[in-house]
């Protein structure tokens, strides 16, 4: 594998998930470009992949904030971008929440999102929603993500604002 070996390479090495270290071999080339050998560094960085591992659970959590409105209504601020995995974390996130709860109303915000994932499906959050007795409403959609969803048809409720949604929902009746 060393014979091969041209220009510095790195990798992980996980423990028994308990320790990780990284590993990097360097190639020592005379003035002639031959190798004469191998400078190998070995690093405990078990802290530092921790520490990711933390970061990328609390980015996780906040990625799907849960606001309780009233007692059968929730929003869903969503920020940023919003991907495919994203999506599945919320829909599954957002399908346990109101069945637990018996929520009737949840709205989604997106009008924090930078970048919207064409293949996500708006429409299929929504019938998962309604198959648990939850109508969604969507508020907050730009027009930069309105050109993005597509076709929806008017099944779902949609709002240029969480004001005008929320007003939405008085009218139904929840309060």
Not at 20 to 49: C, H, Q
Not at 65 to 94: C, M, N, Y
Not at 106 to 116: E, H, K, P, Q
Not at 122 to 149: D, H, P, R, Y
Request: proline content about 1%; glycine content about 6%; some cysteine.
């Amino acid at each position: 594998m060393m014979k091969q070996l041209s220009d510095t390479h790195r990798a992980r090495i996980n423990i028994r998930d308990q320790f990780v270290a990284d590993i990097i071999v360097t190639p020592i080339k005379n003035e002639s470009g031959k190798i004469d050998g191998y400078v190998v560094k070995l690093m405990d960085v078990t802290t530092k992949a921790e520490e990711e591992i933390r970061k990328d659970k609390l980015i996780e959590e906040l990625s799907t904030l849960i606001i309780k409105i009233w007692d059968k209504t929730i929003a869903i601020p969503l920020i940023g971008a919003f991907d495919q995995e994203r999506s599945e974390h919320l829909t599954s996130f957002v399908l346990n929440e109101c069945a637990e709860e018996g929520v009737q109303y949840a709205l989604i915000d997106l009008s924090g999102l930078n970048s919207f994932d064409e293949s996500v499906s708006i429409k299929s959050k929504n019938e998962c929603l309604w198959l648990i007795g939850t109508e969604c409403i969507i508020v907050g959609i730009t027009s930069k993500l309105a050109m993005s969803f597509g076709l929806i048809k008017n099944d779902i409720a949609t709002f240029r604002n969480a004001h005008d949604g929320l007003e939405y929902m008085i009218k139904s009746g929840q309060k």
